[in-house]
């Protein structure tokens, strides 16, 4: 069989509607970790992914998460020789919350239902619809090829990427060896654009971190006492607005992006984002750093956002001075930022401008910053594949704008990382009504049927992850 005929077959897995079949039996699991549904997280590993593993001849292992009460993982590999490349993938089976009450469209999180071009559930785009994709590409080019890849395959899948992944660093960290490859490939997350196939090699790094200010015990009446005590309020935004500007540009220097390598400003010259969120609304053109693009403020920038900001109580205002009043912000940062600097560097120059009573709290542990460099050997061979299967120049973005567990593979392992987004910015991740598009992920069959062929075909980068 030749690979147009791998890719034939693949595509008619998509339109005789067993893609549909697979995917709303998985997407039927509520698979919901920030619920703890430890039942059906496991089920999802023991029922679906590992059997679909098995008919592709993996040997299949549940590994204990060694964090309390958190999610396991399953760990599969598939070895045909030492002289051929190894590639790891990855997946989710894990879901954000139903949210079944605010669903509009479809069925609701957890029966899928198709609209025209629209494949609504829970999990459909991320991350079940994307892993499917994948192991149905790469089961369909294994019987194409007689049951002979020509690459080894290792297989990771994780039940707690939407809590942050917990217990994943350490396991890679023990199964080092069991996890050792060549290449990293693996899909989550939206193109740049619907209708373009686009690389990601990285991700930005993400910090969580909270400014509060406690002024006193108690509200006090904002007409007896205004003008004579301190607003926590005023004082916070002020301290806020020395740190970011009105139109989003950071004004404190250690929070500031190094300077873009000559190969990502090229690699970004040609990425035009235009499509805003699904209502429809424009991207803000003027806001940022003022001297990116858009596509650089947003995978090749750092940048403060605040998330919420309280003070008093905003649903039912008094006429009182609020004692106390708290902001939750967030900053992500690209690779070669220090992003331990952060919290020390906000303290001194708050400290500095007559904010010392503002305290700096770091929320959570930070997701690190990855991004491999747009001309690895891995890139280009990625590139041409995807180009060959699809007559278009997929987009290549050095870092995703978001945060992936990436830094496990990329630093820990020590893997040149390639990601395949199979959705797009409109699916509503995270929000009642996701859906994948049926267009994307039928182009996405053939993309990935295309890469495995091209992975067992001998021309791929040196090997270079095989010594222990």
């Not at 549940?62 to 030492?82: G, H, K, Y």
């Not at 004082?235 to 500031?256: E, K, Y």
């Not at 987009?395 to 820990?412: A, C, K, M, R, Y």
Request: net charge negative; aromatic share 6%.
């Amino acid at each position: 069989m030749r690979r147009t005929d791998a890719i034939e077959t693949v595509l008619s897995y998509f339109d005789d509607g067993q893609f549909i079949t697979d995917l709303a039996r998985r997407i039927a699991y509520e698979t919901e970790s920030q619920e703890r549904r430890s039942d059906q997280l496991r089920a999802y590993l023991d029922e679906e992914v590992a059997p679909a593993l098995a008919r592709m001849q993996f040997k299949v292992r549940c590994v204990a998460n060694p964090v309390e009460s958190a999610s396991p993982f399953l760990i599969a590999e598939r070895w045909e020789s030492d002289d051929v490349p190894t590639v790891l993938m990855y997946g989710h089976g894990d879901v954000v919350r139903g949210q079944a009450r605010d669903w509009t469209k479809g069925n609701g999180p957890w029966r899928l239902s198709v609209d025209a071009d629209r494949i609504y559930g829970r999990g459909a785009a991320d991350n079940k619809g994307q892993h499917t994709i994948n192991l149905a590409a790469l089961e369909i080019v294994l019987k194409a090829r007689n049951g002979v890849l020509g690459f080894n395959v290792k297989y990771l899948m994780e039940m707690g990427e939407e809590l942050g992944s917990p217990g994943l660093r350490e396991v890679a960290l023990a199964e080092q060896d069991s996890l050792r490859a060549d290449v990293f490939i693996a899909s989550d997350g939206p193109r740049l654009r619907m209708d373009t196939p686009m690389l990601f090699l990285g991700s930005r790094g993400v910090l969580n971190f909270t400014l509060r200010l406690r002024s006193r015990q108690g509200a006090h009446h904002s007409g007896n006492w205004g003008g004579l005590l301190a607003n926590p309020a005023v004082v916070l935004v002020n301290a806020l607005a020395s740190l970011v500007d009105r139109r989003g540009r950071i004004l404190l220097d250690a929070l500031r992006s190094p300077a873009l390598a000559p190969a990502v400003r090229e690699a970004l010259s040609d990425c035009d984002v235009t499509e805003g969120p699904e209502d429809g609304a424009a991207i803000d053109r003027d806001w940022g750093e003022p001297d990116c693009t858009p596509a650089e403020r947003v995978f090749a920038s750092n940048t403060l956002e605040i998330l919420a900001l309280e003070a008093g109580n905003p649903a039912k205002p008094v006429n009182a001075i609020p004692a106390a009043a708290v902001a939750h912000c967030q900053m992500r940062f690209i690779a070669g930022t220090d992003w331990r600097e952060f919290a020390p560097s906000i303290r001194r120059h708050l400290q500095a401008n007559g904010f010392e009573a503002v305290e700096v709290e770091v929320r959570d542990t930070p997701m690190t910053a990855t991004m491999l460099s747009p001309d690895h050997p891995w890139v280009a061979w990625a590139a041409n594949s995807i180009q060959s299967t699809t007559g278009i120049k997929p987009t290549i973005v050095p870092s995703t704008g978001g945060s992936l567990p990436n830094d496990v593979f990329s630093e820990l392992l020590g893997l040149p990382t390639i990601w395949i987004p199979h959705s797009y910015g409109g699916c509503s991740q995270h929000a009642p009504n996701e859906h994948l598009m049926s267009s994307v992920a039928r182009e996405a069959l053939a993309i990935m049927a295309g890469l495995f062929w091209d992975l067992g075909e001998g021309q791929t980068p040196p090997m270079q992850r095989r010594a222990a």
